[in-house]
């Protein structure tokens, strides 16, 4: 059978304007909730105009109408479908304590490996440094040009250079430092698609630096500067890249999907939501870290006593880990105690 | 896994819609407008900050360093997140990024697709980025494949021309109401459909191809239901198979 489609489009067109129309309000206001007389409408003109879809597939075979009713099939399928774990209100600070750490908690195999790449990476940097020092100018980027000369003349210019730097100045730097670090921790993420080949790399070379820099300075005598340079920013930095490295491996393991029976849709939309999180954790973590390099590591003794930019860093770590390690436990213990199976996603 | 240029989805009501995807020239245009655009602000700001640079050294380059970072990574989610998955760019050339699954996007989807751009964009201009995209089933980037995204392009809609259905000319074919039965019984939906796109871009086709065209259509309808000669004195192809389709689409219409 073949419909009297002039006759078809004559009866319709007036149910397909209204709906045209209601998505247009939608579409363009955001915001805009539908009473429940409206919604209803809304239904049922969806209902009807996806029933004349139908017929004019089946029945008339037209490809401008068709194309016409699929486009606002399509607009308002996505408009009444969509309700998938949909966040009622944000709340940033309990996104922060509970989260943001129990997020991290859940991933913490890809958070060791990580971590463990890092330090596998530094150890080679310091063997390699340790045994042959002009290693260290084949190793280290341009930007660390300023280490690559001996440590102790380093040190003994910044203790004698008292003059701080003007405000403006450290500013700039801290922009400077917070942009590199997030697009490095970014980087680290988003490799995780070259099945974490790309995300290996950067935590090694980046272990590698770290490792140069460290038996450098350690080699030279100047630990306590070393300490007392690196640990107040370092101590917040270094996790959050790390942590980069964590969501890139995370990738990673979802892309090759080892041991796991979900299609590769399955186990991309499982993990979505936790790398959003890390990887905002990781700009707070980096924007803080950025602050405290630029107005608080600078400063050297006899300005800043070692001992007072070490205990400040040791802080930061020790708040850090019992921050990731234990905010958030409660709630999750009580989740897992009143949750039930949930039939998996398709 | 063969490559399509539409993304099929079917609705739990059992109705199937497609979308169009958008290629990988067309995504390289809408981003090379947004590139633009976000150039155009980071130079504005920048010429602005400029003067703050004489009040405040280094707190204007703080500042312009961190706009540029912020724009260039949050331009597309912003837009993508509060504008149903539409950049300007996007909007200019019709293109909307959507779930696989034809639903809006959520907004870990949104901050994961702009993200990877990072890995999308080496070595240079979008060449891993446009390699997936030609590469996968789906034309997708590898933001979109992390995100389970796509890009689908927004037809233009037209009106349908229905005025092609021969309305208040002589149908020679009614006279004979039960050879009308029996073709409306035989003729499939796609060959009628065929015979009406023919109808509807006749004027675009070339003359010759035209009477060729329709000498063709006009003896498949032939072959399949055979009108007396009266019925088909003095009318040329082309009016045969506007009668035809005349009769196919207008079933329930009284003489």
Known sequence: MIIDLKKFVANERPYWTELESTLNQIETNDRRTLALDELRRFHYLYDRTAAGLAKVSSLAAEPETRRYLESLVARAYGE??????????????????????????????????????????????????????????????????????????????????????????????????????????????????????????????????????????????????????????????????????????????????????????????????????????????????????????????????????????????????????????????????????????? | MSKTSTLLIRTPEGIVFSQLLAGPMSRFLAWLIDFCIVMCVVIAVGTLLTVLDLVAQGFAQAIGMLLQFALMIGYGIYFEWFKRGQTIGKRVLRLRVVDVQGLRMKPSQVVIRNLLRFVDMLPVFYLVGGIACVVSRRSQRLGDLAANTVVVRIPRITEPDLDQLASGKFNSL????????????????????????????????????????????????????????????????EQYVRNVVDTLYRSGRSK
């Not at chain 1, 860093?313 to 880990?321: A, K, N, R």
């Not at chain 2, 060959?191 to 000498?215: H, K, M, W």
């Open chain 1, 80 to 346: 009444i479908h969509e309700t998938r774990d949909r966040q009622h209100r944000f709340s940033p600070l309990h996104w922060f304590l509970q989260t943001l750490p129990q997020t991290f908690r859940r991933h913490v195999r890809a958070f060791w490996l990580s971590l463990a790449i890092t330090m596998i990476g530094a150890l080679f940097g310091g063997f390699a440094v340790a045994l042959d020092p002009e290693a260290k100018s084949a190793v280290m980027p341009e930007m660390f040009a300023s280490h690559l000369g001996d440590p102790s003349e380093r040190v003994a210019r910044e203790e004698r250079d008292k003059d701080s730097p003007s405000a403006g100045h450290m500013s700039s730097f801290s922009a400077q430092l917070m942009v590199n670090n997030i697009g490095v921790s970014i980087k680290a993420m988003a490799f995780g698609m070259t099945w974490g080949i790309g995300t290996i790399i950067l935590l090694f070379y980046n272990g590698v630096i770290l490792g140069v820099v460290c038996v450098d300075y350690v080699a030279a005598g100047q630990t306590a500067f070393l300490l007392g340079w690196l640990l107040p920013h370092g101590s917040i930095e270094l996790p959050a890249i790390i942590m980069g490295g964590q969501a890139g491996l995370m990738l990673a393991s979802a892309l090759i999907g080892w041991g796991q029976r979900s299609t590769l849709r399955v186990r991309f939309r499982a993990i979505a939501p936790d790398l959003t999180t890390l990887i905002a954790g990781i700009a707070l973590m980096l924007v803080w870290a950025g602050l405290v390099e630029a107005f608080f590591s600078q400063y050297h003794e006899p300005t800043l006593p070692y001992v007072v930019k070490i205990a400040f860093g040791l802080t930061e770590l020790v708040l850090l880990c019992l921050f990731l390690a234990r905010c958030g436990k409660k709630a999750e213990r009580v989740s897992s105690k009143t949750s039930t199976p949930q039939p998996a996603d398709t």
């Open chain 2, 174 to 237: 009614r006279s004979h109401p039960h050879l009308e039965a029996r073709l409306r019984q035989r003729v499939t939906v796609q060959e009628a459909a065929l015979a009406l796109q023919a109808l509807v871009r006749r004027d675009a086709l070339d003359p010759q191809a035209r009477v060729a065209l329709f000498d063709d259509i006009a003896k498949h309808f032939q072959a399949k239901v055979q009108f007396p000669a009266e019925a088909m004195e003095g009318i040329t192809d």
